[in-house]
Structures are given as C-alpha cells and as structure tokens.
C-alpha cells in the first residue's frame, strides 16, 4: 500500500453573465455634458428673470417673488413672538396632557371604587 495523498475536491464556480447598466444608471451621461439646460421661453412672465449658461444652453434665473423674498425689516421681533406663540404650543399641551392624566386617575378611582362596592 503507497503512501497516497487525498486531493481535496475543487467546487466549480459558475460565473454569472454581466450585463450593462440599465436606464438611469449611469451618472452623467446623456443630460447635456454637464452643461446648464434650458433657454428664456418667449411666454415667461417674469421680465427679471436673467440667463445663466453658455454655449447657447441656457437657463432663466427668476427672482424671489411672494413671501420670503425680502428679509423682515425687524427679525428680532419676529423670532420673540415666534418663541412667545410655541411657548405657549408648549404650555397648551402639558395642561392638555395634565387633564388626561387627571381624567385617567379619575377613571381608575371610579372603577376601582365600582369593584369595591360590587364585593359588599
């Protein structure tokens, strides 16, 4: 009898066909070449708005307009009496939470009451 050594079997490795991205899947490509899109429309209503871009891709850069387009001439006055209306949100609900709590301890001492009464 020789002296044999055992070969360990090698498992076969199946290789799965790779594929190429699907749509979407690629960052960049196809959305301009990196360049701004977009032109001044002939019926776009804000005469302010001013074109940014090159290379004839252009798109309109239209001006703040409604609330929010200017800053508030007193800022401090509007974040006092923001934070006077979400103290009072705060106060509102913790009466609101200390009433159901004092309606649920009610409940309890009824129901616990009706138990005693119903054992006499």
């Known amino acids: ?7 360990p079997s090698v ?3 199946t290789y799965l066909r790779r594929r190429g991205p699907r749509k979407g899947e690629t960052w ?6 990196g360049r701004v899109l977009g032109n001044v429309q002939s019926n776009d209503s804000n005469g302010a708005g001013v074109s ?4 004839g891709a252009r798109m309109t850069m239209t001006k703040q307009r409604g609330q929010g387009a ?15 209306v979400k103290a009072a949100e705060r106060r ?8 159901e709590r004092r309606a649920a301890r009610e409940a309890e001492s009824f129901a616990a009451l009706d138990a005693l009464l119903d054992t006499l």
């Open 92 to 99: 509102a609900d913790a009466q609101a939470e200390a009433a």
């Open 11 to 13: 498992p076969t490795v």
């Open 28 to 33: 960049g490509q196809g959305q301009g070449g």
């Open 52 to 55: 940014a871009g090159t290379n």
């Open 1 to 7: 009898m020789k002296n044999e050594i055992a070969t």
């Open 70 to 84: 200017q800053m508030v001439a007193d800022l401090d006055a509007v974040k006092a009496r923001y934070a006077r």
